[in-house]
């Protein structure tokens, strides 16, 4: 019933910026908390962000904070991934994801629709 389709990603050097999108099949984004995680060649799924659309609470993992923010546009069923000032450790194939109730969460598990991810590749 519910699609999410990543785009936005690809190939940019060291201290660049690219901006994710994420759009759901119905109306996900304004009843549902919404997360983008990434997977690394060689890592485990890792957490990135996260936001409550009710209370628009953010989460951001360690490694990302002050750098990415996660924001939306309800009247596009939209969310976004706005990535600044990128190195080469943020490369990995980004994921995003539609948690079933309206609060952020940094756990996968909470989360029950998935995209299919988008590459993003960063040299230096």
């Known amino acids: 019933q519910v699609q999410l389709v990543e785009s936005g990603g690809g190939l940019v050097q060291a201290g660049e910026s690219l901006r994710l999108s994420c759009t759901a099949s119905r109306r996900t984004t304004s009843n549902n908390g919404m997360g983008w995680f990434r997977q690394a060649p060689g890592k485990e799924r890792e957490f990135v962000a996260a936001?409550?659309?009710?209370?628009?609470?953010?989460f951001y993992a360690d490694a990302v904070k002050g750098r990415f923010a996660i924001s939306r546009d309800n009247a596009k069923n939209t969310v976004y991934l706005q990535m600044d000032s990128l190195s080469p450790e943020d490369t990995a194939v980004y994921y995003c994801?539609?948690?079933?109730?309206?609060?952020?969460?940094?756990?996968?598990?909470?989360?029950?629709?998935w995209g299919r991810g988008t590459q993003v590749t960063v040299s230096s």
């Open positions: 936001l409550s659309w009710r209370g628009g609470d953010t």
């Open positions: 994801a539609a948690n079933r109730y309206s609060s952020a969460s940094t756990n996968s598990r909470n989360y029950a629709y």
